[in-house]
């Protein structure tokens, strides 16, 4: 083949993918929006946590979409599909946000990767990093430093409560010996003082 053949053929194959790059461009309506993921809910090694993937639309028609979030290299973190993006307007762009709960066990910096699809082809693919912050409740220490607050705070009021009780016995005057020996005399004397009065009323009854 010469070289007027061979340019002949190159300027030909040239010409037969320009619409099929055309085609794949123009199909590529939905993408990512200008900040592509936020974290909407901070991630810990407890497993909660999220992103939000937003997703534009700057096409004519409605565009429905599947969104696949995967921790470097393959794990599959979470999915959503069938989003539909409804079609540019009065050329505005189209917005949606779609958020994705997921967690981790473990503590430190991940690596997302976001793609989205139309169900059979990839349209885009980003990458997004999180940090993963330990959770406290994950420490079997915290549940033990827990019980041991409960149980002071019982001892603290149970001392309390036999304090007041001590204060009160310790505010009534005690009485001594004499004393006590005084009053049982007072007390004998006046049950004899008053069994003569009884036998003279009795004696009076009966001379009635």
Do not use: C
């Not at 037969?16 to 974290?39: I, W």
């Not at 967690?103 to 990093?129: A, C, H, M, P, W």
């Not at 041991?148 to 009021?157: E, G, H, L, N």
């Amino acid at each position: 083949m010469n070289l007027r053949n061979f340019s002949f053929v190159l300027a030909l194959a040239v010409l037969m993918m320009s619409p099929l790059a055309l085609s794949v461009e123009s199909d590529a309506d939905v993408k990512f929006g200008d900040a592509p993921v936020t974290v909407s809910i901070n991630f810990d090694d407890m497993g909660s946590g999220a992103v939000t993937v937003h997703l534009v639309n700057d096409g004519t028609e409605d565009q429905i979409v599947n969104i696949t979030v995967r921790e470097y290299p393959s794990r599959t973190m979470a999915t959503a599909n069938d989003i539909l993006i409804p079609a540019a307007e009065d050329g505005k762009v189209s917005k949606v946000d779609k958020e994705l709960r997921l967690g981790f066990n473990s503590q430190g910096e991940k690596y997302l990767q976001i793609e989205i699809s139309d169900g059979t082809d990839v349209i885009d693919t980003i990458g997004f990093n999180v940090s993963v912050s330990h959770s406290i409740w994950k420490d079997s220490s915290t549940y033990i430093l827990i019980i041991i607050v409960v149980i002071v705070i019982a001892v603290v009021i149970y001392l309390r409560i036999r304090g007041t009780a001590g204060k009160k016995t310790a505010d009534q005057p005690s009485k001594t010996f004499t004393e006590m020996e005084a009053e049982r005399k007072a007390g004998k004397g006046s049950k004899q003082s008053g069994s003569p009065k009884r036998q003279r009323y009795d004696k009076g009854d009966r001379r009635k």
